[in-house]
């Protein structure tokens, strides 16, 4: 067995013992590998070791891997999107995490008008209201879906966020239970056009804690495909 197989089987183990840990069925989760910056070969080797849905941050590469990847791929975008690189991925993704703005939803509601197509997003929420990230903050939340619901060819299907990076992953723990929180509160307000069925949460550090606190899509990178090295690009 190679490395990504046996690191992929273990994610796995982890992620049915966390749902049993507290009676969720681990069919609910489904795990995003995330590529970035990985060659080819690595996601052949997930692939073949089973993996079927994919994440990736930048919309070059991402483009350029579905080209040489399988069709029976699910693409995830999860990375900051710009809105004139709309173009190049809409309808050829089946999910949009990152979506943070009104404008950029007008923009994918645009591009998906013209692939005749209604774009899945999620909207990124900046949960812990740091500086440096992108996402909406939470206390806006609702009231950047409700404008977005009046876009007909986008449909929000939940929440993503990415927690701070921490020594401890407990320490993210309110973050995630806030989060699902959140997507009940949302939910119960029955907006046309909007599903709150997704939350996209967890990553390798702390993917466990957040699927006890209800993740239905964790995206974990380098407990999969190993360390990145970024000295080699460009
Ligand atoms: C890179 C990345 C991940 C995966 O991170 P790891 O710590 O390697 O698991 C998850 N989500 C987003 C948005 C990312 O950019």
Redo the contacts with the bound molecule.
Sequence with gaps: MSDISRNLELVKKNIVDACARVGRDANEVTL?A?S?TKPIEALKEAYDAGARDF?E?KVQELSDKIDKMPEDITWHM??HLQRNKVKYIAGRVGLI??VDSYRLAEEINIQAKKKNCVIPILIEVNYAGEESKFGIPKDETLELIKEISELDSVHIVGL?T?AP?VENPEENRAIFRGMKQLSVDINQENIDNVEMKIL?M????D?IVAVEEGATHV???????G??DYSKKN
């Design positions: 995003i995330v970035k994440g941050n999860i990375g995490h990152s993503m990415i990076f996209s967890g990553m390798t550090n993917y995206r974990v990178g380098t407990g999969i495909f360390a990145r």
